[in-house]
């Protein structure tokens, strides 16, 4: 991880020698600080050092996803989740769903069957999905309850939605909600510029938190298969010592609250058999 962050930081400018120098300054100074981190991670318990991300795209979508199934990507954009290779393999039907058309149509071409552009938040299905992934969707969008009804209402009985939620009680989603949109993107795109395509969307974290994400869910027709937590994000490796603070903070929160002290999680929940849709 430390590596793919140092590919990404910014190239040296060409505007002059004043610029460049800086440029090749800052690049050192982060490249310096993103090592330190890498470097004191080691001495971390393991899970604690699990992408959570990357688990959930390597992991656990190919672990429940069926060959020949309809798979709706939620909020995947012009970055839809399966790739060409799998879903030719498994022979997949997958429809990409998204607020933005834009999004959609600058998806790679065959990546999706069909697109819809809708909110998940208003948008009803008709209940023709095997499989619902939303991969860091739940916490841009105003309303959590009424996106699950309408992923339970895209799914069939017994369909599974693969969620992957960055959680409300992370310390960068606090500071997430606190500071003004523009002002976060300023920061998060001058450390981070790789992020600005796929990050920088307004966040809500309505009720994302494993357990109350999971109670939620139950109202609405669909139960938890699987769960998995992660203590694990990349936001503060740009400089060691508040990097070092909010391991320790992070540490120290599970021991009192356990599974929800995580910063990320993943659900893997399944339509009532009974549900008429």
């Known amino acids: 991880m430390a590596n793919s962050l140092l590919q990404t930081l910014p190239a040296d400018s060409s ?3 004043w610029s460049g120098s800086f440029s090749r300054l800052c690049r050192k100074l982060i490249a310096d600080q993103i090592r330190l981190t890498g470097r004191f991670d080691k001495f971390l318990p393991g899970e604690h050092r699990i ?6 795209i390597d992991n656990l979508v190919p672990q429940y996803t069926p060959a020949g199934a309809v798979v709706y990507d939620a909020g ?8 060409m290779e799998r879903k030719s393999q498994l022979r997949l039907n997958v429809v990409g769903l998204d607020i933005d058309a834009g999004e959609l149509a600058g998806a790679p071409s065959g ?6 552009c809708a909110d998940i938040v208003s948008y009803r299905g008709a209940g023709d999905a095997d499989l619902v992934i939303c991969q860091a969707l739940l916490e841009h969008v105003v309303d959590t309850g009424h996106a699950l009804e309408s992923i339970a ?22 500071i997430n909600l606190l500071l003004p949109q523009k002002l976060k993107e300023r920061i998060l795109f001058g450390i981070y510029p790789h992020m600005r395509r796929s990050q920088g969307f307004p966040a809500y974290y309505d009720r994302c ?12 027709g669909l139960h938890v298969v699987e769960r998995r937590v992660y203590f694990q994000s990349d936001y503060f490796r740009f400089c060691f010592p508040i990097h070092a603070l909010w391991r320790l903070w992070v540490l120290l929160f599970r021991k009192l609250a356990g599974c929800q002290a995580a910063e990320t999680f993943s659900l893997v929940l399944q339509k009532d058999q009974e549900a008429s849709g």
């Open 153 to 174: 209402s895209i799914l069939k009985p017994g369909g599974l939605a693969l969620l992957f939620v960055p959680s409300r009680n992370a310390v960068y989603a606090r």
């Open 15 to 17: 505007s002059g020698w």
């Open 51 to 56: 992408d959570g991300n990357a688990d959930f």
């Open 76 to 83: 995947g954009g012009r970055n839809p989740l399966i790739s």
């Open 111 to 116: 990546r999706y069957n069909r697109t819809i």
């Open 209 to 220: 938190t494993p357990a109350a994400l999971a109670a939620l869910a139950l109202r609405k």
